[in-house]
């Protein structure tokens, strides 16, 4: 029945989304479409909360009326209340509801709109919860040209937005919000499947995600939290606990996050998923030149950064202690090693973690190269290197790898290479790994022994020694078909029966390569 609920949520929405936005794009539509879906949650969350709060006294939030003594008692208590359960507050008329039903009769509510998203923010000012909803609505502009070119037409377009969405019951009780989080990422990555290359900037596509999430989990119940120093919208962050499958497995969800929007995608989306506000630390700035966890360590890390995004490369930051280390810094027109790094640094010594890089880490010279002998040579931390298919990445199809590194590794000897490239489903535009693809994955990551044309095993000696750090999977796992390949013991069954028949018969060179179904190998020419 949840499951049901959830795909019609999923095709509501979306139908929704894709037949109001008019002339303007998907991804420009994006921002609207899921900050009135958020709002309409906190009001649905609001709106039960208080009922419950109010059910002895047989009162009903929305029949509460701020006008009178009683009521502005009831509503300060409320508030209180709502503040430090839920982070934030609405009165009754603010609630999501009203307005809709405002616009469906033709009241012009765009003004009435604007102040109540700001009010849910100035609702939090001083309270615990001010950061994670400060600025959560800026990507909403009700002034837009986009959204029609007069002040009617735009509050004809956001007035229908309203009133479908009024339509469909989000929350019939707290046990559904995983149905309207799932929901909700359900359309973040619709989103990105038509945003090109802005779509890696904030989704990691669904199995990729599982399995980065699954990696970090392997043998675990719990973890005392997660870090994604470019966390997008917060799906694998997420997806991390949802691997887990157990109620508060995670202590704390920390993540980074440049983009403005998207980082308001991000808090939106683990609020929609039920992380009470005090449970996750996102932050907005460039994790690399203004990092916001510092003095952090991490049980778990997960990333899929911009790939080979550009980065000062400061020489000041040899004075970092992300970087001082090492001797050199990643190239800026190349900033993987920083993220790889930058992760190392804040790694705790039982932590793992999990990124996914193009594959030119690997192998690349000068700077990178350094790097990477460092990694492998002096800090021992890298476990294990798998190579995914080309084209599963919204925006590029350039073939990627996930590198996993600890700390403190079982088998400090060898690294394990796993070469998946050639184990994927098709779309229409886009290649994606199946259940069956990630689960030959994670086997080969458990059972840890070299698979012919999958896995190996390899040494450190021979990582250094033989390919001087080169990490190119192609040179330890060797995925080599030979065409027509020659069946020896059938060949030897052949010769054998014609050796035989040579014994007994007279056979000419003719005869001999008709027995052995051949060409004969040359004729005498005149």
Known sequence: ?????????????????????????ADEFRDYILGFIFYKYLSERMDLYADDLLKEDGIAFDSLDDSTDDGKSYLAAMKTEAIDHLGYFLKPAELFHVLAEKGKNGGFILDELSE???HIEQSTMGAASEDDFNGLFDDIDLTSNKLGKTPNARNDIIAKVLEHLDAIDFLHSE?????????????????????????GEFYTPPMVSKLLAKLVTQGKERLRDVYDPTCGSGSLLLRVAKELNAEN????????EKNPSTYNLARMNMILHGVHYRSFDIQQDDTLE?????DKRFEAIVANPPFSAKWSSNPSFMQDDRFGDYG????ASKADFAFVQHMVHHLDEDGIMAVVLPHGVLFRSAAEGHIRRYLIEQKNCLDAVIGLPANVFYGTSIPTCILVLKKQRQQCDNVLFIDASNHFGKATNQNYLREEDLQRILTAVDKRESNDKF?????????????????NIARYVDTFEVENAVDLATVAKQLSKVERKMLTTDLTISD???????????????
Not at 4 to 14: F, G, I, R
Not at 455 to 471: H, K, Q, R, W
């Open 1 to 25: 029945m949840v499951q049901q609920h959830k795909k019609e949520l999923e095709k509501q929405l979306w139908n929704i989304a894709n037949a109001l936005r008019g002339n303007m794009s």
């Open 290 to 294: 203004q990092p916001q966890h510092s």
């Open 512 to 526: 001999f390569c008709k027995e052995l179904g051949i060409d004969e190998p040359f004729k005498v020419a005149k």
């Open 455 to 471: 896995a190996y095993v390899a040494s450190l000696n021979e990582i250094g020694e033989e390919n001087d750090y080169n990490l």
């Open 328 to 331: 050199k810094l990643a190239p």
């Open 249 to 256: 497995a995670i202590g704390r969800f920390y993540g980074q």
């Open 175 to 199: 046990t559904e919000i995983d149905v309207l989080g799932d929901a909700y990422e359900y359309l973040i990555g619709k989103f990105a499947s038509g945003a090109g290359k802005k779509a």
């Open 116 to 118: 109540v998203l700001s």
